[in-house]
């Protein structure tokens, strides 16, 4: 057998990248009122079970709100993994733009969805506004079939906040839906689902008439009812009457497209040229988003994603000197059949 070949030339080959940290999709906040001894953060957690809530502090006798949330968000089969506990303190005055900001201030991307202890009108409208601001959500819930909240969330057209409704506040349906609606995996094939009809654990239906069910989804609200038998979420809506799916398509292809075309400038040793190659790598890192959008549901498998990249003798010299890529993409979100129409013929 020869000499080892390190002997004489020893090579390492190292492959070269730098991956973004990703958004994490799937990770809910519930912010309550309550008095810390063990952290002065405003974020606690994350917590990947109700033992772990329980042994930081939040036990059924010590806070039995959070407790009661947290039991809610866990006891969903399809539901998320983990979870955050934010603290609104004294001295935000119960103002939930001042709370939400100094949690912010803790890690803006370190969950995706809030839900509030409180159910009053006003907090509920102040945290709406803020998550509309923002690459969140928000689910809410209210007691109130007058649906004063709900109306008002309509009327400014709200696509980030959802109000459902459930007839006991002490019951945290808001956790659940949001423990099962957060709980499909963005990232994963065919991962994309609805938040209607979803089936939760832990927490009863509503028993509502069909008038008030109507008087509900006519704002815009949400329900967990039962019909033949079973019982589901209906509409799965922002306060704007879009679907929460799309507003999660939505701000998947935005956080991942980022991620992507980050990873590229930095992941590069030199640079990427404006040149007609650099431009199309560009291309190619937004085209690879989109075409994992098909495989993971939030895009139609029916027409393909497109990225028009222009050719580098259109581009003024303003952008050249300025460094600027302008670019343009098409897909089709692939939606999905939530109600059916049919007219059955019969004949002798």
Same mark, same amino acid.
């Given at each position: 057998?020869?000499?080892?070949?390190?002997?004489?030339?020893?090579?390492?080959?190292?492959?070269?990248?730098?991956? %973004?940290?990703?958004?994490?999709?799937?990770?809910?906040?519930?912010?309550?009122?309550?008095?810390?001894?063990?952290?002065?953060?405003?974020?606690?957690?994350?917590?990947?079970?109700?033992?772990?809530?329980?042994?930081?502090?939040?036990?059924?006798?010590?806070?039995?709100?959070?407790? #009661?949330?947290?039991?809610?968000?866990?006891?969903?089969?399809?539901?998320?993994?983990?979870?955050?506990?934010?603290?609104?303190? #004294?001295?935000?005055?119960?103002?939930?733009?001042?709370?939400?900001?100094? !949690?912010?201030?803790?890690?803006?991307?370190?969950?995706?969805?809030?839900? *509030?202890?409180? +159910?009053?009108?006003?907090?509920?409208?102040?945290?709406?506004?803020?998550?509309?601001?923002?690459?969140?959500?928000? *689910?809410?819930?209210?007691?109130?079939?007058?649906?004063?909240?709900?109306?008002?969330?309509?009327?400014?057209? =709200?696509?980030?906040?959802?109000?459902?409704?459930? $007839?006991?506040?002490?019951? =945290?349906?808001?956790?659940?839906?949001?423990?099962?609606?957060?709980?499909?995996?963005?990232?994963?094939?065919?991962?994309?689902?609805?938040?209607?009809?979803?089936?939760?654990?832990?927490?009863?239906?509503?028993? &509502?008439?069909?008038?008030?069910?109507?008087?509900?989804?006519?704002?815009?609200?949400?329900?967990?009812?039962?019909?033949?038998?079973?019982?589901?979420?209906?509409?799965?809506?922002?306060?704007?009457?879009?679907?929460? $799916?799309?507003?999660?398509?939505? $701000?998947? &292809?935005?956080? +991942?497209?980022?991620?992507? !075309?980050?990873?590229?400038?930095?992941?590069?040793?030199?640079?990427?040229?404006?040149?007609?190659?650099?431009?199309?790598?560009?291309?190619?890192?937004?085209?690879?988003?989109?075409?994992?959008?098909?495989?993971?549901?939030?895009?139609?498998?029916?027409?393909?994603?497109?990225?028009?990249?222009?050719?580098?003798?259109?581009?003024?010299?303003? $952008?050249?000197?300025? +460094?600027?890529?302008?670019?343009?993409?098409?897909?089709?979100? %692939?939606?999905?059949?939530?109600?059916?129409?049919?007219?059955?013929?019969?004949?002798?």
């Amino acid at each position: 057998m020869p000499a080892a070949i390190i002997e004489f030339v020893n090579v390492d080959v190292l492959l070269s990248g730098a991956a %973004a940290e990703k958004f994490a999709f799937g990770i809910p906040m519930g912010v309550f009122t309550f008095t810390s001894t063990i952290s002065p953060d405003r974020q606690h957690g994350p917590f990947f079970s109700l033992a772990e809530v329980v042994a930081f502090g939040f036990s059924s006798g010590a806070e039995p709100a959070i407790y #009661a949330w947290a039991s809610a968000v866990f006891a969903q089969d399809d539901g998320v993994d983990s979870l955050l506990i934010g603290q609104q303190i #004294a001295g935000d005055a119960g103002d939930y733009t001042v709370t939400m900001d100094a !949690i912010e201030l803790e890690g803006a991307n370190t969950w995706y969805i809030t839900n *509030i202890e409180s +159910r009053a009108d006003a907090d509920i409208a102040d945290l709406a506004a803020w998550t509309e601001t923002r690459t969140k959500l928000a *689910i809410v819930q209210s007691d109130d079939l007058t649906l004063v909240a709900a109306a008002a969330l309509q009327a400014l057209g =709200y696509n980030r906040t959802a109000l459902i409704y459930h $007839d006991d506040d002490s019951e =945290y349906l808001d956790g659940a839906w949001t423990s099962s609606g957060g709980g499909m995996n963005l990232d994963a094939p065919g991962g994309v689902g609805i938040w209607a009809y979803r089936q939760l654990e832990a927490v009863p239906y509503d028993d &509502v008439t069909g008038a008030e069910a109507a008087l509900i989804f006519g704002e815009d609200a949400n329900l967990f009812g039962r019909n033949k038998g079973l019982s589901f979420t209906s509409k799965g809506t922002a306060a704007s009457s879009r679907f929460l $799916d799309v507003q999660t398509s939505i $701000d998947w &292809v935005k956080a +991942r497209t980022e991620e992507e !075309i980050l990873s590229l400038f930095v992941g590069t040793p030199t640079k990427v040229p404006y040149t007609n190659a650099g431009i199309n790598l560009v291309a190619a890192a937004i085209q690879n988003v989109l075409n994992r959008g098909v495989g993971f549901g939030h895009f139609s498998t029916d027409v393909a994603p497109t990225v028009t990249a222009p050719d580098i003798s259109t581009i003024s010299s303003a $952008d050249k000197i300025n +460094r600027e890529l302008t670019l343009q993409a098409t897909a089709v979100l %692939a939606g999905a059949i939530q109600k059916v129409n049919l007219t059955i013929n019969l004949t002798f």
